[in-house]
């Protein structure tokens, strides 16, 4: 258990409704991510922060921001949620060694209507 | 461009014989590999990793093997149990500028266990 919690567990919203997604960590870790799981598709990094303040682009970044402004939350907002966002979203972190497991939390569903 | 596959969507074993999921990668810069374990509706857990600088590395009934030479990882299970039915993802890992890990994961092989 790495400590990391996401709320909500699920969602249903509407299309063009903003969304936002968070993720709790307790064990000060620098390096949070945010993942998308789809079929097919393994999972994908959207955003990654490697701390307060500080994020970066993943491979999958269009239509999500990301905010960071305390160690332990990292935010993922769908500014216009689309159906195409309806997917399952992974947040992890890692502490930064150059061997790193990352963590991962329960996982949030979400489905845009 | 898919930089690692896992070209089995699913596979079928029977319990107490060896389960073996396979895996390829394209990218030479990866210098670590993981495989992760997936439950419906729990995030993954990890598994087992190894350091590109090895070719085996073993925990308990699970054993990875990485060729280098050939890009491709295998996991092996033995002896396979009915807990071990679940979805495995394997992932390669390099570095972005910051020091963050960059996990380039493979779509999944559901495994599943017969009695």
């Known amino acids: 258990d790495a400590g990391i919690t996401q709320s909500p567990r699920h969602k249903v919203t509407e299309t063009g409704t903003p969304v936002t997604l968070r993720c709790h960590q307790t064990e000060n870790h620098r390096y949070m991510y945010w993942y998308r799981q789809d079929p097919g598709h393994g999972l994908r990094l959207i955003h990654y922060s490697y701390g307060v303040k500080d994020t970066d682009k993943g491979e999958v970044s269009d239509g999500y921001s990301v905010s960071r402004s305390k160690t332990e939350d990292f935010l993922l907002t769908l500014e216009s949620a689309t159906s195409s966002q309806t997917s399952v979203y992974f947040c992890?972190?890692?502490?930064?060694?150059?061997?790193?497991?990352?963590?991962f939390g329960p996982g949030t569903r979400l489905t845009v209507l | 461009d898919q930089q690692v596959k896992q070209n089995s969507p699913s596979l079928s074993v029977q319990e107490g014989r060896i389960s073996i999921l396979n895996c390829d990668y394209t990218?030479?810069?990866?210098?670590?590999f993981l495989w992760y374990k997936k439950y419906p509706a729990e995030g993954p857990t990890f598994l087992i990793s190894i350091s590109s600088i090895k070719d085996k590395n073993e925990d308990g009934r699970f054993t990875v093997f990485l060729n280098k030479s050939a890009k491709h990882l295998s996991l092996h299970i033995v002896p396979s149990q009915p807990g071990d039915s679940a979805v495995y993802f394997c992932a390669a890992s390099a570095r972005f500028q910051e020091g963050a890990q960059k996990l380039v994961f493979g779509q999944g092989t559901r495994l599943t266990i017969n009695p």
């Open positions: 992890a972190i890692t502490q930064g060694r150059s061997t790193d497991t990352q963590y």
């Open positions: 990218n030479s810069m990866f210098d670590y």
